[in-house]
């Protein structure tokens, strides 16, 4: 089974100034890793994945995350946030083995205010 | 990404009711999940949607309460039954295609039990 913690519950940052999400995960098995993003009274979207191969992986609206294996992290990051980056932020973990056990088990989300 | 429709978007039932939600994937998904989001919580799995079989359930969500059915491909629904307000919550399906199974979410049905 796998687990995920979301070491921050909020953040609030000002406009334009750079901001790392953290997450952290357990599991006895090769995971693949999601960032996912929920807006006000909206469903989630998906910012990034990292499935394989280079650990520095883009997503779309500027963000990018970094899986270490050693740390068992996969922290979310961007340089310079927007008002628009406000929203509640969820990382995922789901088994790598494949077939049908794709079921993600989330971690309790962190909210991003980004005050003007 | 893969597309994904439900409805309702949201309801405000009675307690006792029940309320049947659709989900609506494009032809690429090949696995389909229900998940359950209550106020200021994050996702649970409540199950897994088999195609033309009994969905598989999650640890404390039982077939009684939360009948699932997934007739084809592209099509599943989730019942809430004999709703009580601790079923208020936001009900989210998803898709997964194969190659790492990344899942893509529905804009959700957000239920008030009254």
């Known amino acids: 089974a796998q687990s995920v913690t979301q070491l921050d519950s909020q953040v609030p940052v000002f406009e334009e100034a750079p901001v790392e999400l953290r997450c952290n995960y357990s599991?006895?098995?090769?995971?693949?890793l999601f960032w996912y993003v929920q807006y006000p009274n909206q469903g989630l979207q998906l910012l990034l994945k990292?499935?394989?191969?280079?650990?520095l992986v883009k997503g779309i609206n500027g963000f990018e995350a970094e899986f270490n294996k050693s740390q068992t992290s996969f922290h979310l990051r961007k340089p310079s946030v927007h008002i628009s980056d406000t929203a509640e932020y969820f990382c995922?973990?789901?088994?790598?083995?494949?077939?049908?056990?794709?079921?993600?088990?989330f971690g309790k989300g962190t909210l991003l205010t980004v005050n003007p | 990404s893969a597309v994904i429709s439900q409805k309702p978007s949201r309801d405000i039932c009675q307690r006792g009711t029940s309320l049947t939600i659709q989900c609506q994937v494009d032809?690429?998904?090949?696995?389909m999940f229900w998940y359950r989001q209550q106020p200021g919580q994050s996702l649970t799995l409540i199950a897994t949607?088999?195609?033309?079989?009994?969905?598989?359930?999650e640890s404390g969500f039982v077939i009684d309460k939360f009948p699932i059915s997934r007739p084809n491909l592209t099509f599943s629904t989730l019942t809430v039954s004999n709703m009580s307000p601790e079923d208020s919550s936001i009900y989210l399906c998803?898709?997964?295609?194969?190659?790492?199974?990344?899942?893509?979410f529905g804009p959700g049905t957000r239920l008030t039990v009254l």
């Open positions: 995922a973990v789901s088994e790598s083995s494949g077939g049908s056990n794709y079921k993600l088990t």
């Open positions: 599991s006895s098995v090769s995971v693949y």
């Open positions: 990292y499935l394989s191969g280079s650990t």
């Open positions: 032809s690429q998904v090949t696995m």
């Open positions: 949607a088999n195609q033309g079989s009994e969905a598989t359930y």
């Open positions: 998803s898709g997964a295609r194969g190659g790492g199974g990344t899942q893509y």
